[in-house]
């Protein structure tokens, strides 16, 4: 009866000893890090989570996911000397996809990590070194940077090769004029 006493206290000496690691080893799980290749931050309400420079030529953009805690807010986004201000509604807003994207043409290296500054409304300037990657690396060929669009000038039309009769008649200009620079004459386009 003894023997059976003794190996049920040890049975339960173990299961508490046991349970107990729980309570002084820490949970990974309650601590914030970062997963993936970028790095997090926040300034005032605005948490900042897995941003990235993703570099192509001239251009960078910041691939970024926003977590804005609190109500809308404008943000100051720096870049070497540039800036950019972008409004934040409550909730994630993320940066890098073709359609919205942050893009700067201050001068970065990729392999480095670039000081990007971040700042909401009146909260403190917040430096984060950013990792810097080019498009050449595989996962981050979809984040590039997209050049913003250009107004394109009119095309010009092209100059008439005959001169412009200088006596005032109209000769060479009766006809229909085509948007590629070609004239029918009046001639052509009758029909008996």
């Known amino acids: 009866m003894k023997s059976r006493l003794a190996a049920a206290a040890a049975a339960i000496l173990a299961t508490a000893t046991l349970a107990g690691c729980n309570f002084i080893t820490p949970q990974a799980t309650q601590f914030q ?15 900042i989570r897995n941003a990235v420079l993703v570099v192509d030529g001239d251009l960078s953009s910041l691939a970024v996911t926003f977590v804005n805690d609190g109500p809308a807010t404008t943000l100051e986004v720096t870049v070497g000397d540039e800036s950019q201000s972008i409004d934040l509604d409550s909730g994630l807003t ?11 043409s201050a001068p970065v290296t990729a392999g480095t990590l670039e000081d990007v500054v971040f700042a909401a409304d009146a909260a403190e300037r917040t430096a984060v070194p950013v990792p810097v990657f080019s498009v050449d690396v595989a996962n981050w060929s979809s984040y590039g940077p997209v050049a913003p669009e250009e107004d394109e000038a009119e095309p010009s039309t092209p100059a008439s090769s005959e001169p412009a009769p200088s006596d005032g008649s ?5 006809g229909t004029d085509f948007e590629d620079g070609t004239q029918q004459s009046e001639d052509e386009g009758s029909t008996p």
């Open 94 to 104: 993320p940066y890098g996809f073709p359609d919205q994207q942050l893009v700067f």
């Open 33 to 47: 890090y970062d997963p993936a290749d970028g790095v997090s931050g926040a300034t005032g309400p605005v948490e």
């Open 170 to 174: 109209s000769e060479g200009t009766s």
